[in-house]
């Protein structure tokens, strides 16, 4: 019995050695496309869509793993990857009670590599890093992204621990100096001025009304294809304004 252990063992230690050798061939290709990015800045180094679509194929592969632990896994190398591309850290904003839930939703989801800063305003400019994490019911968080029409939500961090539910998502938008079309989503954050849509299954009010540079509007969670819909059949009297997305659940 010793003996058949002790070559389990040894086969176990060769598969963690492969694991190390392929984790450090993957980090080769990612400083290659760090290399290529840096040398054209219009690029952005956080690809929300891509990551999405990695993880969904991942989780499509017959697999005796729970798919929570795939996807733990695999954020834990895209952070790592990430970071290597271009080092960053996130600042957030949201009550005392909230700062340490917050703060393990950003490590599980960008690893303990990510520091994690919480300041009492986080839309003055000096404070503005990359990544913002924020709780989504702060109207602050619109105010932010209506006056500064660079940054977007790219994604809604989701609550790996919960029991009740694997890809239960919480309340907390991570936002970024991204371009829509690296976002992918399956439900998209408008900003309506002077407006209102109808409340239903798939259309959220999440703030009734703000107010930025002398325009009310708005906020509101509405499904991917009632956004299309309502950007193809918009009046001029009902001006939208796209704030980000999310994706609901990878599977």
């Avoid at 271009?86 to 690893?111: T, W």
């Avoid at 913002?132 to 105010?143: F, G, L, P, T, W």
């Avoid at 029991?163 to 998209?188: C, K, P, Q, T």
Wanted: hydrophobic share 40%.
């Amino acid at each position: 019995m010793k003996e058949k252990l002790q070559k389990i063992r040894e086969s176990i230690d060769s598969v963690d050695n492969k694991i190390i050798e392929l984790l450090e061939e993957r980090m080769g290709y990612v400083k290659q496309v760090a290399e290529l990015k840096a040398d054209n800045p219009n690029i952005s180094y956080i690809r929300a869509d891509r990551e999405v679509d990695m993880l969904k194929k991942l989780l499509d592969i017959e697999s005796n793993l729970p798919p929570q632990i795939i996807i733990q896994i695999w954020r834990l190398i895209i952070s790592m990857s990430l970071q290597e591309e271009r080092s960053f850290s996130i600042i957030a904003n949201c009550e005392e009670a909230k700062q340490e839930y917050l703060k393990r939703l950003v490590r599980e989801y960008f690893s303990s590599l990510t520091n994690v800063e919480f300041v009492s305003d986080f839309t003055k400019p000096e404070l503005i890093q990359d990544l913002i994490a924020c709780q989504s019911a702060d109207a602050k968080q619109y105010e932010f992204l209506l006056r500064n029409k660079g940054y977007k939500i790219f994604t809604r961090l989701p609550d790996l621990n919960n029991e009740r539910e694997i890809f239960e998502l919480s309340d907390v938008h991570v936002i970024a100096a991204i371009s829509e079309e690296v976002i992918s989503f399956d439900r998209a954050i408008i900003a309506v001025l002077e407006g209102k849509l109808d409340a239903g299954s798939d259309v959220r009010q999440v703030v009734k009304e703000i107010e930025v540079q002398g325009r009310k509007y708005g906020i509101y969670d509405v499904a991917k294809t009632d956004f299309f819909e309502l950007k193809e059949s918009q009046a001029d009297s009902l001006i939208i304004e796209f704030l980000g997305g999310y994706v609901e659940s990878f599977t």
